[in-house]
């Protein structure tokens, strides 16, 4: 047997008394004297370090590398970004896989791809094969480059340490960073085998290597060995090559779409052309189709697949075990042991890890292709046959920094609601019901920026009767665009209606507004809706084309998510044929404050994308957007790209305080009319077409995807209630609009000066809209947001553009709008900013303090509060005997 | 590594204590389980279960494998240390407190290693 091989940390893993052993040609640490066990709680909790600078990594370069690695990998490399890695699967003739393995682009001109240590011979012997006729070259760098994998909750702070505090890669899954540790250049990805929601891979010169280890102790991460990666990739379902592809336990090759994740690693855009086993993993991709659809009538491409497994009975499964269902042998067990996890506790965002740890007996099987997710199956270990079940998955890492193990529990029956006399729900509910209104209109601070509470006027109206009538209209052409009404009785909401257009072009400064929409997020999908049906309007005789390319706000850079394919651009937005992603571009934002756009580099985007639509807004907004000196810029392009501006947070901030999008050159607006604005909760949309223009049409095809696109009922009391609100902001929108923006900047300051870390640009006071942004902590956000809760303060916690999810966020979003209509000023501000330091800071209950001030600001402002008015509504409710 | 000196042991690395003559307790060293790693299962026997001396009568898992604990002697299983079953890191913690089995009725021994020949026999 030749030499086993060592890493550039071999001295240091024996120095720590690690066990040493055979890894593919490798001495390799399995556990080091903490063991496995603690080893991979170790990285469930905190941060482990692994050494793999064993696994092969090959550079691949030249002028036809991207058409090489077309050839030899299931993925579509033209799909990948600089600075963005992918999972790919090298595949053979028969569609079974020679390796898996990472395709990372740190730089514009060189791929580096990493396979699997035992396999790095063979997968270069299938290379060098390939390459020929190729004008492309490889060199393996696997000894030039260490590489250490970071993974677990703590992964990112302690990386922070060492990089100075400068972000270490975007986010998200698979970025990638080149950056200083100390004055050494590092190579950062956002990956791993460990399952880790926050995981990376640093590469570093081997020189350094043991440095960057050592140092990576010392600041608190603990070494781990390959059982714990070998355990937590096995919680995590990742597949490892020679037991979830290559042969399987009978000696068959596995077919690479056996593999749950060759959903993602698998491409057949046409810019990969006849790659290698193209042809039988279409196959099984056709035989993969059908078992999704819960068609199993020929799996002969794709017998058996790779599933989860989990152990009910006491035992241990292993590789090799054969599994039944009933008397049926129907596969193996390809990955089993038992592993550890922190028991929890408690409900939702309420659930709390324990110290108090577990093991449970779980796995991965290779079964018939009938098989389903909740099955009952048996498994033959040494002779007995032990009850298990095919659960859906063994952990999730949807809610970051933590991995969370899922323990299998079938489906709890609901008890259905008891029969009998319902008045004692009844009163309860009007108890509660007046409760709430009492605890959130006079003992809460309410500080949600997309919250406002209406006047008593807005209120009246909302609940008087137009609110449960029809009014459907339509513009009819041949009556010279008269609107004609389907219902008797609705003369009144037929007039209100146009008073409240009337208002509402005054306000935004337009010269048309649709006010049918019943929320903010239904005007967005109206006007997608409208984009792509006017882009379809010359042929209606094939499948309608989607819009594209698009730029928007990253929604974790603030956008805001109705702009979003996962939210109102959904079934509007194209996938590029090439990416085969979204054709969407994101604002480029500046590197010192994340909040603006940068102008500049959106200038190249849109040279490089020529987007047909472009949404400005967000949802988390201190600055203003950059909309005249965009429309500038597409104008002098001459593109036709259509510029809307999404304000559902700013609508009523329009005016001379914040923004006048439509003298900017914004063509579209659309806007919630309940955060910034007085309104109850709608939609609204203007635009500035005037008759004559092309886009009229555009227009008209918003209104009628308003109604009957979008609604038949368009809740006929709150329009009436948004009538109110729009005299009374167009009464008192100067006055208003001033506070709040002064309001913000004063609390901002308050804050920052109280010791809190206010976002934004301090050269604009930190905002310059109705929002303020506290950062309390990478992953505290929703601990803090609940302790504000339960002493009246009311606000969101939410991720910052450098977090990875909802529960990992650090941050508290704030608006001041409500409470400056509740008559709060600087001065009140400043207490309130003082009080959450206290919070916030110093963990102290600040219940009292809160209400005591919230006692003299109850009496709403910016309405119309004359004895008329008040008599007036007095008399309304009376006879509506509201 | 601790070898006690009231223990015998034998080369599959399970230790024997006399109780009377016919009654005794069993266990792993702590050279198997350091060897072994952390133990996460155990398959321990039923009481009244025949045993027989050098043959496996139960079987320890480690996160990486499985492996037969052999008994030192023939006789009948008396009583098991059921609470190993729940928590089978004790063997890891105090092998030589966590005996596994209570043999009776023992008829025949295997092999044996006083604890000196036992240190030397790992040391090799």
Redesign the interface.
């Known amino acids: 047997m030749s030499e086993l091989k060592r890493t550039q940390l071999y001295d240091v893993h024996v120095a720590a008394g690690a066990?040493m052993v055979d890894f593919g040609g490798w001495e390799m640490p399995?556990?080091y004297p903490t063991?496995?066990?603690?080893e991979h709680l170790y990285t469930r909790h905190a941060c482990s370090i692994f050494d793999v600078s064993h696994m092969g990594r090959i550079l691949v370069e030249g002028p036809e590398m991207v058409p090489f690695l077309q050839h030899v990998l299931s993925s579509n490399v033209m799909a990948l970004d600089l600075n963005q890695a992918q999972y790919a699967i090298i595949p053979n003739e028969a569609g079974g896989a020679v390796d898996d393995a990472y395709l990372y682009r740190f730089e514009e001109d060189r791929y580096l791809l990493v396979v699997n240590a035992a396999n790095t011979d063979k997968d270069l012997a299938h290379l060098n094969e390939q390459i020929k006729g190729y004008d492309a070259k490889m060199t393996v760098i696997t000894g030039d480059w260490a590489a250490i994998a970071v993974q677990g909750p703590k992964a990112k702070e302690v990386l922070q340490v060492l990089s100075g505090g400068e972000a270490v890669t975007e986010p998200m899954k698979n970025a990638l960073n080149t950056l200083q540790f100390e004055g050494r250049t590092v190579r950062v990805a956002k990956t791993g085998y460990t399952g880790e929601p926050i995981g990376y891979e640093v590469y570093i010169e081997t020189a350094e290597a043991a440095w960057l280890w050592n140092r990576l102790i010392e600041l608190g991460a603990k070494p781990a060995g390959l059982?714990a990666r070998d355990?937590c990739r096995l919680e995590a379902c990742l597949p490892l090559y020679g037991h979830e592809m290559g042969l399987d336990p009978e000696g068959k090759e596995i077919p690479i779409f056996a593999v749950p994740l060759a959903k993602f690693a698998v491409s057949f855009s046409e810019q990969k052309g006849a790659f290698i086993g193209r042809e039988p993993l279409e196959k099984q991709y056709e035989v993969f189709k059908r078992v999704m659809n819960r068609d199993f009538s020929d799996l002969a491409d794709l017998p058996r697949r790779i599933m989860p497994i989990t152990l009910l009975d006491?035992?241990?499964m292993?590789a090799g075990m054969p599994v039944y269902k009933g008397d049926k042998l129907i596969g193996y067990v390809t990955s089993g042991?038992?592993?550890?996890y922190y028991r929890h506790e408690g409900e939702g965002l309420q659930t709390v890890i324990l110290e108090e740890t577990a093991?449970r007996?779980i796995g991965l099987a290779i079964v018939d292709s009938d098989t389903l997710e909740d099955d009952e199956v048996q498994i033959d270990v040494?002779g007995r046959r032990l009850k298990a079940v095919i659960p859906p998955y063994h952990m999730r890492v949807d809610a970051p920094p933590f991995a969370r193990p899922i323990l299998y529990r079938p489906d709890e029956e609901t008890a259905a609601a008891a029969s009998g006399d319902r008045t004692p729900k009844v009163l309860e509910l009007i108890g509660r019901a007046t409760q709430n209104h009492v605890w959130r209109q006079e003992k809460c601070v309410n500080l949600i920026p997309s919250e406002m509470s209406p006047s008593r006027a807005v209120r009246l109206l909302c609940a008087s009767d137009p609110s449960f009538r029809y009014a459907e209209h339509k513009k009819v052409k041949s009556f010279y665009d008269a609107d004609v009404f389907y219902y008797q009785g609705t003369e009144f909401i037929d007039e209100v209606e146009q008073l409240l257009v009337e208002e509402m072009k005054a306000f935004m400064g337009c010269a048309e507004v649709e006010t049918r929409c019943v929320s903010g997020q239904m005007s967005n999908t109206c006007v997608f809706s409208a984009l792509m049906d006017w882009k379809n309007r010359l042929n209606r005789k094939q499948d309608p084309k989607r819009l594209g390319y698009i730029m928007n706000n990253h929604i974790i850079k603030g956008g805001h998510l109705s702009a979003q394919p996962m939210g109102a651009l959904h079934d509007y937005i194209a996938v590029d044929p090439v990416t085969e992603r979204h054709a969407l571009v994101n604002f480029p934002v500046l590197k010192d404050n994340i909040y603006k756009i940068d102008v500049e580099e959106t200038k190249k985007a849109i040279d490089q994308y020529r987007p047909e639509f472009i949404i400005f807004g967000k949802s988390m907004v201190l600055h203003k957007e950059p909309v005249a000196a965009i429309r500038k810029y597409v104008d002098e392009m001459g593109l036709q790209t259509t510029i809307m501006y999404d304000m559902a947070h700013v609508l009523g901030l329009i005016g001379d305080h914040f923004q006048k999008p439509f003298q900017e050159g914004a063509e579209i607006v659309t806007g919630s009319t309940h955060k910034t604005f007085f309104g109850p909760q709608r939609g609204i949309v203007g635009v500035n077409y005037k008759k004559g223009d092309l886009k009229y049409g555009l227009w008209e095809t918003i209104e009628s995807r308003a109604f009957p696109g979008s609604v038949s009922n368009h809740h006929l009391g709150t329009q009436l209630g948004l009538l109110m609100a729009a005299y009374e902001m167009n009464h008192f929108k100067d006055a208003y609009q001033k506070a709040v923006v002064h309001n913000a900047k004063s609390f901002a300051k308050s804050l920052k000066a109280a010791g809190l870390d206010v976002a934004g640009d301090p050269a604009n006071d930190y905002t310059e809209t109705h929002q303020v942004i506290v950062s309390v902590g990478y992953g505290t956000g929703p601990e803090v947001a609940m302790r504000l809760e339960r002493n009246n303060i009311i606000c969101n916690y939410q991720a910052t553009p450098e977090e990875e999810g909802f529960t990992a966020s650090g941050a508290l979003r704030m608006g001041v709008n409500e409470m400056t209509r509740f008559g709060f000023g600087p001065k009140e501000f400043d207490q309130l900013a003082q009080i959450m330091a206290d919070c916030i800071l110093r963990g102290r209950e600040v219940k009292e303090d809160i209400e005591a001030l919230r006692a003299g600001y109850t009496e709403m402002r910016y309405c119309f509060t004359e004895d008329q008015v008040a008599a007036a509504l007095n008399e309304l409710a009376r006879k509506s005997g509201i | 590594m601790n070898f006690p000196a009231e223990l015998k042991y034998t080369k599959d690395h399970e230790w024997l204590k006399a109780i009377d003559d016919t009654t005794a307790l069993v266990g792993i060293t702590d050279f198997a389980q350091s060897e072994l790693g952390d133990l996460v299962f155990i398959n321990l026997p039923q009481e009244g279960d025949e045993v027989t001396a050098e043959e496996s009568f139960c079987d320890v898992e480690s996160v990486k494998a499985v492996s037969d604990v052999m008994s030192p002697v023939t006789g009948v299983v008396a009583e098991v240390h059921a609470e190993l079953e729940d928590e089978p890191q004790m063997l890891n913690e105090d092998p030589y407190g966590a005996w596994i089995a209570k043999i009776k009725d023992i008829s025949a021994y295997g092999e044996l290693m006083t604890a000196e020949e036992y240190e030397a026999f790992v040391q090799k």
């Open positions: 066990t399995i556990k063991d496995i066990v603690a059982g355990t006491k035992g241990v292993r042991t038992m592993v550890p093991k007996s040494r």
